[in-house]
């Protein structure tokens, strides 16, 4: 018989009449959690902060600013209080440092600015992913030119570093491998851009394909044990995704851009853009079309949500751009903190929603009474109602409650395996052995390590920080030796 009950833990009448809805001769009870319509605000996904964390204000000019990542750290208010309505929460943040903060003279490497950046977001319960650029206006390391680091004029802008020059090849290669010496695999490191040449590390400068691959190749051996993204339609994209590497994800600037008017150069709506001409061409011609699947997107607006509609942007065209974003499967979201007009902030919210992973326990079968040491097969369908997988191995858990008992029970099913869409499973698992004859409380999370929750399911009821009750289980006497 099907179980729809929202079980509250508290209500004890609830607890010793809850067999009389199944039939005498019935063993199992099929479960059907009704889904959670809410934001999650599970880690791992969604809009990010920039420059700064949860709780702080945002963008007070409507600007965004590559060059200010954050040298000095406040500690966070009591209860990290969202900012305001403009912005989703999060529970992701994103920095970036020119070259020249990071190492303001040869091998003077200040580390202490992403080690108190790491610490920072973990007490606004964030992870971080982070960029070094190597250089964003006119900063490039007094240093590096010092020693006869080759710089291009820009043609008359800002003046670039020679990125197929050896001398920068090995400033920056040693640099990078000195932060990945500190950071790699640290458990709040998100990811980190491989941002490896030009301006603000996005466009890869002037590199040729060898250099490129030189370059990246640092990042690569430096971070192992760590998301890594490449920059979207650059030569090391194209290398690194020839790799086929299982922590290589990819970061695109330029979503929702379609621009609409070139005066006396193309007709209204057919000018070039962003979302028509370039990332469905680079995500073919870089090999990414099945990179989601196993390491992380990260997606960028086109200067911001705010100018966009200041320029003249049209519901239907929001809308538009934000389903064509979903397509490429992001995991994550960088708005730059500048507030997200009122007039669209419901459909941003719909959109938050559907970044990333969004798990609902569409059924799972349980005995009606199991024995202590009993061995049971436990079959379960997930719905992940999101648009990419999770990338980190947290497990799915049964918690067991009963008179001040709790044992949790991990299943072995690697999480990262769900896909949008259904996936099944099914295990045995052993009945925890210190269970007593009477009733028990089975609830259901996703945990890490330690078997705390850490992920909420799109489940209505939450308990405990993130334990969600499921059902009842009779416990009768003990398995035979």
Known sequence: MENHMHIDPRDQEQARNWRRMFGAAETLQRVRPDAAV??????????????????????????????????TFAPPPGTVPHPCDH?????VAYCRWPWRVLEP?????????????????????????????PFVHNDIPEWHRALGGRVLDGGGSTPEIDSNDPLYIKHWT??????????????NLESVDVAYAGRFGECGGN?????????????????PDTFLLS?????GCRYAASLRLPNVGWRGDGFLDTKHRAPGVMPDGLTWHHMFDEYPRQLEECGLTETWKTAPVSIEPYSTVHHLLAAGGRSGDIDWQLAQCLKYHPSTFMAKCVEIPEKWMDRFLQFNRRLGYRFHLHQIILP?????????????TIDNQGIAPIYRPYRLALRFVQDGVTAVVPFRQDLRRWLPDLSFFHEPIVIPPQLTSGIARIDVGIVDAAQAPVVKLAIRNVVDGGWHPLAYVDIRGHVSS
């Open 38 to 71: 809410e934001d999650l605000n599970n880690p791992h996904e969604g809009t990010t902060t920039f420059q700064r964390f949860e709780g702080d204000a945002l963008e007070a000019d409507h600007a965004w600013h590559d060059e200010r990542g954050p040298v």
């Open 105 to 133: 003279a040869k091998g003077a490497y200040r580390l202490e600015i992403i080690a108190q950046a790491l610490e920072a977001a973990a007490a606004r319960r964030q992870s971080l992913q982070i960029r070094f650029q």
């Open 368 to 380: 009606l009474e199991a024995r202590p040491g009993e061995t049971v097969e436990v079959p379960v």
């Open 231 to 235: 920059m979207i339609g650059t030569h």
């Open 87 to 91: 912005y989703p929460a999060t529970r």
């Open 174 to 187: 040693t640099f990078v491998r000195a932060v990945g010496r500190a950071f790699n695999g640290h458990p």
């Open 207 to 223: 590199a040729d394909e060898t250099s490129s691959r030189k370059l990246v190749d640092a990042y690569i051996e430096a971070f």
